[in-house]
């Protein structure tokens, strides 16, 4: 199926632009302008307040809340965490001449709105036409600081073009903002007050007592005589701003929010940090904090950036998905996981999957290890929580759960939280990628191989032995493809499952070699015995891998290629997205999938299967793919380049960065597909760069679209910043930070260092 551009906004290659309000596209818009630190985020909506179609959304990372669902069956869950929301800190509302600013109500115009890269800032402005002839423009720009995490800042700006007189203005910290799928705020206050010029207010969620500590000071251009204004889980300032024609004249707020996301601190003590942190905030310059920021994101570029020549929408797309991934996370607060959506709407309940190790950590990886180790160190956090849900199905070890914000299992689909097993082995794959790419040999030690014991265990207690074939896999299983209901033998499981095994041998073993005593701690620690070793190796050696040799092809689980076919393409258009439009059974009678299964372990470990069987299976699986998963065209398009296909990957691509500002599966209104920005980047580096970092060191095969003039990217390998640029001649390859390094480029080995190597673009890469 063909997917749409809704187009609307402005090109342009550092910052996303668009003039003129649209009420339509609204909520669309809220999700695109949302911004970031990792520690919160908040959605663009209006400062002001706007009575019209909106979701405003204001997210902490690991702040939750908790929601009985009255199951009685043993090892399906009975309550689930979601993320809630929170403060708004950007409550604003501003009177003049008794009428008061509502975009869905006041009369406006030279309405604009730009999220910049660059400054890391989001400034939304317009001329108010009061009803009473007075013009007055306004300008709104907010940032959520990258460098001080608990802060964030808002200014607003007055200019009245034809008069002279006064505007009212209230400005707070709101806890009454409603959880749109409960109906409801999810907070009760516990104190707020006044202190040393610090307006604050705490809270905590209803039921699982995580607490916020939020705050303001105010600075201005002009001396403000504000009263306090208080009500139940609000409080704020009012104070009036004289207006002089034709001048400036502005306020800034600093507000400062800080968490108890364990529950575990004391209201006194969390006052006390988040009062000792405003007040420490409200010394701060605020031109100061524009140019920390500005400087912060200037050092993102020097080493992230993506440079494409020849297609500036592309261009715009790429940047704006890095941003995104930074806004997101950085690595700054360990024991943080990224949700589906990010810190941009509530859609997926701000939950993570199995998406974050296979799709996000290799963005993180290659430009910022900090933050793939942090990833990692969230799995670490709650192997407890993964340990208890494996006693809830009957296994031992761990069960990594398929959707989680706290390391409990928080998905309430029994067939997806009890089927789905391939989150435990994307930890394991996660964990073998990073070390194999970063040489994090201490991780692996101290914590990595904690996990992937108890992981093991998990994947050796709930298989089975068939007992016609006398081979070993897993029953009643849906895969990566959720179109595939309680099938037997998955490959994808089946064969993660075998590499767990073996990578977990292989680090027992080296460890026994290389760091005895560490090995005994952790023998110690998991009670790891030799016949689990022994019994792990002999599954792995006995997987039932589904392979049909006269054709080299996969089968995605046990009788799929004996399944009814139907032609993905003669289903009509509106049938989709076919979750909302066929009955629910009706999706699992064909051999259609929803997303790569066979085509994702081949590109995992690329390595390990030839050319001809990529294409075999590639030739045999794209054509049952109706990519109902904004995952999926990304790895079909690495896949495409790799075997030759070249105008087809970029027909895959064409969409990958854009996917959200073009909104073209009609649900960027929801929040933005955080993991699917992350697969995006995946799509050029993996895909049209070629890389691959299954092997024994980084290797390239670059090719070049043919609408595009050249393309860079850089990646960190071995502590050493590459930086690649393809052209329609050339492909060149220099260290930028003056360390050096081997790659394999078209099969053969370079040293790469700052003074740079080029070679020829390889024959067949210029797609024609």
Not at 54 to 60: D, H, I, N, T
Not at 671 to 698: E, K, P
Request: aromatic residues 12%; hydrophobic residues 35%; glycine residues 8%.
């Amino acid at each position: 199926m063909a997917k749409v551009a809704d187009k609307y906004l402005k090109v342009d290659p550092w910052a996303i632009i668009e003039d003129g309000f649209d009420p339509e596209r609204n909520r669309t818009s809220e999700s695109i302008f949302s911004l970031g630190n990792e520690y919160m985020g908040v959605r663009g909506f209006a400062d002001e307040g706007y009575s019209g179609d909106s979701l405003p959304g204001s997210y902490f990372n690991g702040l939750n809340e908790q929601q009985e669902i009255g199951n009685h069956y043993k090892g399906i869950i009975r309550s689930l965490r979601y993320m809630v929301n929170a403060v708004d800190w950007l409550y604003t509302r501003i009177t003049v001449d008794g009428e008061v600013l509502d975009l869905a109500k006041s009369k406006v115009s030279e309405f604009s709105r730009r999220l910049d890269f660059q400054s890391g800032t989001y400034c939304r402005e317009f001329i108010w036409h009061l009803e009473c002839g007075k013009d007055l423009k306004v300008t709104f720009t907010r940032l959520v600081s990258m460098t001080l995490s608990h802060l964030g800042l808002q200014q607003v700006a007055f200019q009245p073009l034809n008069f002279s007189g006064t505007a009212e203005v209230c400005t707070g910290l709101d806890f009454n903002m409603i959880h749109e799928e409960r109906g409801k705020s999810m907070w009760k206050s516990l104190r707020s007050g006044v202190e040393d010029g610090v307006t604050a207010i705490m809270a905590e969620t209803l039921t699982t007592g995580n607490k916020l500590f939020s705050s303001f000071v105010l600075q201005s251009s002009q001396v403000i005589n504000a009263v306090r204004v208080e009500r139940d889980r609000f409080i704020g300032q009012q104070f009036t701003l004289e207006l002089t024609q034709g001048k400036a004249v502005h306020y800034t707020k600093l507000a400062v929010n800080c968490t108890d996301s364990d529950s575990s601190r004391s209201e006194d003590s969390l006052w006390a940090e988040g009062m000792e942190l405003a007040v420490t905030a409200g010394r701060l310059d605020e031109q100061a904090v524009f140019s920390e920021q500005k400087t912060y994101w200037s050092g993102i570029w020097q080493t992230s950036d993506i440079r494409i020549e020849g297609d500036p929408e592309n261009q715009q797309g790429i940047r704006f998905c890095i941003f995104q991934l930074y806004q997101t996370y950085h690595g700054d607060h360990p024991g943080f996981n990224i949700g589906a959506k990010g810190l941009t709407g509530e859609a997926y309940r701000g939950l993570a999957f199995w998406d974050t190790e296979s799709y996000c950590l290799p963005f993180y990886m290659f430009n910022n290890p900090k933050a793939a180790k942090s990833l990692l160190e969230f799995r670490y956090k709650t192997l407890p929580e993964a340990m208890l849900r494996a006693k809830d199905v009957d296994c031992e070890g761990a069960c990594y759960p398929i959707a989680t914000i706290d390391g409990t299992e928080s998905c309430d689909l029994w067939q997806h939280s009890n089927l789905q097993l391939h989150v435990g082995t994307a930890v394991s794959y996660g964990i073998w990628h990073y070390v194999k790419n970063t040489g994090d040999r201490t991780f692996l030690y101290s914590k990595g191989a904690e996990m992937l014991i108890q992981i093991s265990r998990f994947y050796a207690t709930r298989g089975q032995w068939g007992q016609r074939s006398g081979e070993y896999g897993y029953f009643g299983v849906m895969g990566p493809d959720e179109f595939q209901l309680m099938v037997n033998n998955n490959c994808y499981i089946n064969l993660m499952a075998q590499k767990l095994f073996e990578y977990t041998l292989e680090t027992v073993a080296e460890m026994k070699e290389q760091v005895p005593d560490t090995f005994a701690e952790v023998m110690a620690k998991t009670g790891l015995r030799d016949e689990e070793l022994a019994d792990w190796s002999l599954k792995a050696q006995h997987m039932r891998i589904p392979l049909d040799p006269n054709s080299g092809i996969y089968e995605e689980h046990d009788g799929f290629f004996d399944m009814p076919h139907i032609d993905i393409h003669s289903i009509p258009v509106r049938d989709f997205p076919l979750y909302a439009n066929w009955s629910y059974d009706r999706l699992y009678r064909y051999d259609m999938i929803k997303q790569p299964d066979v085509l994702m372990f081949m590109f995992l470990y690329s390595g390990q299967f030839s050319r001809e069987a990529k294409v075999a299976n590639y030739e045999y699986y794209e054509p049952r793919c109706i990519h109902e998963s904004s995952l999926s065209p990304s790895i079909h398009s690495i896949l495409a380049s790799e075997i030759g296909k070249h105008e087809e990957a970029y027909t895959f691509f064409e969409f990958a960065t854009r996917l959200d500002l073009d909104n073209y599966n009609r649900n960027t209104r929801e929040g933005l597909h955080t993991t699917s920005i992350a697969a995006a980047w995946m799509n050029i580096v993996y895909g049209f760069g070629g890389m691959r970092s299954d092997g024994d060191c980084l290797s390239f095969q670059p090719s070049l679209p043919q609408r595009w003039t050249s393309y860079s990217f850089q990646v960190m390998y071995e502590g050493v910043l590459l930086r690649i640029e393809v052209t329609k001649d050339t492909v060149s390859f220099k260290a930028v930070d003056g360390g050096s390094t081997e790659i394999v480029v078209y099969g053969q080995k370079l040293k790469v260092d700052a003074a740079g190597t080029a070679i020829p673009l390889g024959e067949g890469m210029l797609a024609g």
